[in-house]
């Protein structure tokens, strides 16, 4: 299991363009195959550092689920509202895996 973490730079005056647009992917990225853990939008300290995050099997279901979240309408929307509203200065994705689970 692989867990992907999304690191936002948001512009800080569109916060709730932000949280329109993780409701959005609360609904698509579960139906689309991945667990979504959630999506964090600025509350204390920095105003501008939003993620989300959300576990896949591998990369290769990884793969799989884009292509289905790109056919899907809900994403092709929340894509084009954060094209249009321009409230995501930059984002960094990066997969870790879990090093504390133990293994016997």
């Known amino acids: 299991m692989l867990t992907c973490f999304i690191q936002y730079q948001i512009d800080p005056t569109k916060k709730a363009a932000f949280e329109e647009y993780a409701r959005n992917w609360a609904i698509a990225i579960p139906r689309n195959g991945a667990e979504l853990v959630?999506?964090?939008a600025?509350?204390?300290g920095s105003t501008t550092l939003a993620y989300g995050v959300?576990?896949?099997?591998n990369?290769?279901?990884y793969e799989q689920y884009r292509q289905r979240l790109a056919a899907d309408p809900l994403g092709q929307k929340n894509y084009e509202f954060a094209m249009r509203e321009k409230f995501i200065?930059?984002?960094?994705r990066t997969f870790?895996?879990?090093a504390s689970l133990i293994r016997e």
């Open 96 to 98: 870790l895996k879990n």
């Open 89 to 92: 200065l930059k984002e960094d």
């Open 54 to 57: 959300y576990h896949i099997e």
């Open 38 to 40: 959630g999506y964090f």
């Open 42 to 44: 600025p509350h204390e």
């Open 59 to 61: 990369l290769a279901a």
